[in-house]
């Protein structure tokens, strides 16, 4: 009985389960080692999995080591120069603990109860009740964008056209653009910013495209190319955004306000309990 005993007073006193496959004689591979702190082979075996190469192997160990070394070299610097008072982390960990588990529990139940369905309705009357949450610091547009080189021979009759509505136009256009144009891109169905924009044109025509106005247009060039912008639709800097444009967003907002709401009524749920289940005890002064 003693020597079982002693045997398992010995088993506790290996710290780790490397410790005690060392002890038992079937340690793995060492990688390295700082101290008593041990870098084994399985602990690494896991990076070669990804690496292409032997030299991309070594390279992905080696900088594991580091990593490693460089934590437990700081590890071992904080236990010799921290005070005793600095090194006590007991209350820390537990208030990280409280939190931790606090998060997670509340996380679990949102989901568990979030309501992720938002009807159109809905967006609208949050749109149309914080209009100055979607003012505008640049402007959007739709639009069509033509780059053609400036020798271009069918630069001249693009240019004639490329504002037109007729369908005979629009057709001639589409078949000089797709012959002879460097870039063709239509917008019509999405908005860009007026910034958007300024990257794929010359420098220098901000100032252009923030006095543009629905079915406004630019023609611009530089050394090499010309550039034609038909615009569809315009709306100015300091305007509330198109409905479209931030209905991804109110979803997000709607949703967040779903997630405080349950948490909010998480909290005076569980207040609840504990008074109804007297599970709290207020101290008044002269009482026990």
């Not at 793995?28 to 190469?53: C, F, N």
């Not at 610091?137 to 069509?144: E, S």
Request: charged share 30%; hydrophobic share 40%; proline share 3%.
């Amino acid at each position: 009985m003693k020597k079982w005993i002693l045997i398992l007073l010995l088993l506790t006193t290996l710290t780790s389960c490397h410790q005690i496959r060392r002890w038992l004689g079937n340690e793995p591979e060492r990688v390295a080692q700082i101290g008593k702190e041990i870098l084994y082979i399985d602990e690494v075996e896991g990076l070669l999995k990804s690496a292409a190469t032997s030299d991309d192997s070594l390279n992905l160990v080696n900088h594991y080591i580091d990593l490693w070394a460089i934590d437990n070299l700081l590890l071992k610097k904080a236990e010799a120069d921290l005070s005793k008072e600095d090194k006590d982390v007991d209350q820390e960990l537990a208030d990280y603990r409280k939190s931790l588990l606090v998060f997670r529990y509340q996380k679990k139940y949102v989901e568990e109860r979030i309501d992720t369905v938002i009807e159109q309705e809905e967006i609208l009357a949050y749109y149309q009740d914080n209009l100055e949450l979607f003012l505008l610091d640049d402007p959007l547009l739709k639009l069509r964008l033509i780059k053609m080189r400036l020798h271009s021979p069918y630069l001249p009759m693009v240019r004639n056209i490329y504002r037109s509505n007729t369908i005979e136009d629009q057709t001639q256009l589409r078949r000089l653009c797709e012959s002879s144009a460097e870039i063709d891109t239509d917008y019509e169905g999405k908005w860009l910013t007026g910034q958007e924009l300024a990257q794929d044109l010359p420098v220098g025509n901000m100032d252009k495209i923030q006095a543009l106005k629905a079915d406004g247009y630019i023609d611009t060039r530089d050394s090499l190319y010309a550039y034609l912008v038909r615009v569809y639709d315009f709306v100015p800097a300091g305007e509330p955004a198109p409905i479209e444009q931030t209905e991804a967003r109110i979803r997000q907002i709607i949703i967040i306000k779903r997630k405080q709401k349950l948490l909010e009524d998480l909290e005076v749920e569980v207040l609840k309990e504990g008074w109804n289940k007297q599970m709290i005890k207020i101290y008044r002064k002269n009482e026990d």
